[in-house]
């Protein structure tokens, strides 16, 4: 593999699919790697720097979720989810344990390649952080301190675990204090999606994003205002 070639390791335990998405990804230019369950795939998330981890939900000793958990204690490595279960507490689960986004089976392939390359595209190349010329490497408001450099909040002087999809999602709203984004807006600019993606993504994520900062102080989750009918703000005109 070239030095600049990114990597992805496949997780499933049905080699068709492992296969397809092998020979798409690959199509892609990607280089991918392979297996067919959970321990073995933390074993090699954990020992190897991937770019990304395409993970099946459901694994045969220990789950996609587990995976992730563990994964998660270690490392940001984004994670796509595979499942098979459509239904809302799946998806929190998922995003609960650290997963970036999930794709329900039966999937297009095509779908798969754009969120992989969507979240590939996530971190420092975000679209929003290309394009910004003028942000603050810590961002202060009541309650919330975001240290961009260090990928850092803190809530009234306590550390915030987040994911690193719930990190851009924050911080790209604390970019526009009490500006309205819809939630086409955060998919295309935190998510990168233009064609695919479900709208309840955006709304999971700011369930969780919330509930952590509750977690501390129910004054930094209302910062993160539902505007009904449009979308969400970081609102700090109240603060």
């Given at each position: 593999?070239?030095?600049?070639?990114?990597?992805?390791?496949?997780?499933?335990?049905?080699?068709?699919?492992?296969?397809?998405?092998?020979?798409?990804?690959?199509?892609?230019?990607?280089?991918?790697?392979?297996?067919?369950?959970?321990?073995?795939?933390?074993?090699?998330?954990?020992?190897?720097?991937?770019?990304?981890?395409?993970?099946?939900?459901?694994?045969?000793?220990?789950?996609?979720?587990?995976?992730?958990?563990?994964?998660?204690?270690?490392?940001?490595?984004?994670?796509?989810?595979?499942?098979?279960?459509?239904?809302?507490?799946?998806?929190?689960?998922?995003?609960?344990?650290?997963?970036?986004?999930?794709?329900?089976?039966?999937?297009?392939?095509?779908?798969?390649?754009?969120?992989?390359?969507?979240?590939?595209?996530?971190?420092?190349?975000?679209?929003?952080?290309?394009?910004?010329?003028?942000?603050?490497?810590?961002?202060?408001?009541?309650?919330?301190?975001?240290?961009?450099?260090?990928?850092?909040?803190?809530?009234?002087?306590?550390?915030?675990?987040?994911?690193?999809?719930?990190?851009?999602?924050?911080?790209?709203?604390?970019?526009?204090?009490?500006?309205?984004?819809?939630?086409?807006?955060?998919?295309?600019?935190?998510?990168?999606?233009?064609?695919?993606?479900?709208?309840?993504?955006?709304?999971?994520?700011v369930k969780r994003l919330r509930e952590k900062l509750n977690n501390i102080s129910e004054e930094a989750a209302d910062i993160i205002v539902t505007?009904?009918?449009?979308?969400?703000?970081?609102?700090?005109g109240n603060s």
């Open positions: 593999m070239s030095e600049e070639q990114q990597t992805v390791l496949v997780v499933d335990d049905e080699e068709r699919i492992r296969r397809l998405l092998k020979m798409y990804l690959e199509r892609e230019g990607y280089g991918v790697e392979e297996v067919d369950n959970g321990e073995d795939a933390l074993e090699l998330a954990i020992n190897n720097d991937y770019d990304l981890v395409v993970l099946d939900l459901m694994l045969p000793g220990m789950d996609g979720e587990e995976v992730c958990a563990k994964l998660r204690e270690q490392k940001a490595t984004p994670v796509l989810m595979l499942t098979a279960k459509g239904e809302e507490t799946n998806r929190v689960q998922g995003f609960e344990v650290g997963a970036d986004d999930y794709v329900v089976k039966p999937f297009s392939p095509r779908e798969v390649i754009l969120r992989v390359k969507a979240l590939l595209r996530r971190s420092s190349t975000t679209k929003f952080l290309e394009t910004e010329t003028k942000t603050k490497e810590v961002l202060v408001f009541p309650h919330i301190t975001i240290d961009h450099d260090a990928h850092r909040v803190t809530v009234d002087n306590q550390y915030v675990n987040l994911t690193p999809k719930e990190y851009e999602l924050l911080y790209y709203l604390a970019n526009a204090p009490d500006k309205v984004f819809s939630r086409e807006d955060l998919l295309r600019d935190v998510w990168n999606y233009e064609f695919f993606g479900d709208l309840r993504t955006v709304d999971t994520h505007v009904w009918g449009v979308g969400y703000k970081f609102e700090v």
